[in-house]
């Protein structure tokens, strides 16, 4: 049975940084492109960053400079560093898999492209 699991959410001041932490098992998700997305309440999901299985990296707009995602293959691991948080980071923080995305943010950043997601972890901002 394969399964992402999300941790290292919590409570944090503006300025503050978290590093999520996303274990997975049951495969191994060293050929996926991993990703993470966000949903706040009343929002709609959105893409916060992703890593190609070549190591290539892209991220949303609204975390580039502050936020960086990266992967430990032998330990079926990706992680994401988030530095000098905002209170509009704050979130339902998800890690997901997917087998297949081109090159491209478009492709790494759409949720449709990804078979396996985990339960999230919240990450909640304070001014």
């Known amino acids: 049975q394969v399964q992402l699991v999300e941790s290292g959410g919590g409570l944090a001041q503006a300025g503050d940084s978290l590093r999520l932490s996303c274990a997975a098992s049951?495969?191994?998700?060293?050929?996926?492109?991993m990703g993470w997305f966000r949903q706040a309440p009343g929002k709609e999901r959105e893409f916060v960053a992703g890593i190609r299985w070549s190591g290539g990296r892209y991220y949303a707009d609204s975390v580039k400079g502050r936020f960086a995602i990266s992967r430990d293959n032998a330990k079926n691991t990706v992680y994401l560093q988030m530095n000098t948080l905002k209170p509009e980071d704050t979130a339902v923080y998800y890690c997901?898999?997917?087998?297949?995305?081109?090159?491209?943010?478009?492709?790494?950043?759409?949720?449709?492209?990804?078979?396996?997601w985990g339960q999230g972890t919240q990450v909640t901002v304070s001014s």
């Open positions: 049951g495969r191994t998700f060293s050929s996926y492109a």
């Open positions: 997901a898999a997917a087998p297949v995305t081109q090159n491209t943010i478009a492709s790494v950043a759409s949720g449709a492209n990804y078979d396996y």
